[in-house]
């Protein structure tokens, strides 16, 4: 699909934005609408959505598939591969590109900048609020060249790895749409705390007992609340915080019932 701005003259880059989605059909959109006049390419991996995010994403990309799900790191480095085009533009299917992040990518790009990537400061969406401070003080890397780099194989809290140069923070904001509602929070917490806690095992991390995963969580509190500005979000910044500490103490108490079952059986297994 050729976009307005891909037609005209004064577009000297090419951008590749891929996408890796599944039950996406009430957020997809504002993604695919936030960069579909910029991108040469959108690439979408689809990992058996059952609602209408397959079809949404046809009518802005030729370049949807459909495929099974390895995990976060493993499911965009495939889509990664896939991508032409000489600037790629990570992003997700809750994720939107605001008016101003957009007009801004143009312009860094169209300058043939020298960095070889781009952190795009989040602004968080949730419960209908956007937070200013706390989760929103984060700026993930998503813009990147394509020659050279690649995701790494992690389930989750995958990383960007890039060929030696510099990297830059725009002023435009990502906006994100963490979550539907609590409930979809509290899905979401489950599903990632017990993936971090797998990814720590196989990697022998230690995590330092229910001790451990209790000073983590008050830590993440503090880090979010008070270090990040938290608290000037209001109310909501407040429970912003706790809903990541717990979220935290989740995925180190899950670490320390996987070693403490690994242990017991080895002491079973050294008994017979």
Request: with cysteine.
């Amino acid at each position: 699909m050729v976009s307005e701005m891909k037609k005209g003259s004064d577009k000297s880059y090419s951008l590749s934005v891929i996408i890796v989605a599944m039950n996406e059909e009430d957020r997809i959109t504002s993604c695919l609408e936030s960069v579909f006049s910029i991108a040469d390419e959108i690439i979408v991996l689809d990992s058996g959505s059952t609602d209408r995010t397959v079809e949404i994403a046809k009518a802005y990309s030729d370049k949807v598939f459909e495929t099974d799900w390895p995990g976060y790191g493993p499911q965009k480095q495939r889509a990664l591969e896939k991508a032409t085009a000489e600037w790629v533009l990570s992003i997700d299917a809750d994720e939107a590109l605001s008016p101003e992040l957009f007009s801004e990518i143009h312009e860094v790009l169209s300058a043939s900048p020298e960095e070889i990537g781009f952190m795009l400061p989040w602004a968080v969406t949730i419960f209908g609020e956007t937070l200013n401070h706390g989760r929103s003080a984060r700026a993930p890397l998503r813009l990147f060249k394509r020659k050279g780099s690649r995701f790494t194989s992690s389930l989750v809290h995958e990383k960007i790895l890039l060929p030696k140069g510099k990297i830059k923070k725009l002023n435009g904001r990502l906006l994100h749409f963490t979550h539907r509602d609590f409930g979809h929070y509290m899905e979401k917490n489950r599903h990632y705390a017990w993936l971090g806690a797998q990814k720590r095992f196989a990697s022998r991390k230690a995590g330092f007992g229910l001790t451990g995963a209790a000073l983590r969580a008050l830590w993440t509190f503090i880090q979010i609340y008070f270090i990040r500005l938290g608290f000037l979000d209001g109310r909501l910044g407040f429970l912003v915080a706790v809903m990541y500490s717990q979220g935290s103490f989740n995925k180190y108490a899950g670490l320390w019932t996987l070693r403490h079952q690994a242990l017991l059986k080895r002491n079973e297994e050294a008994s017979e």
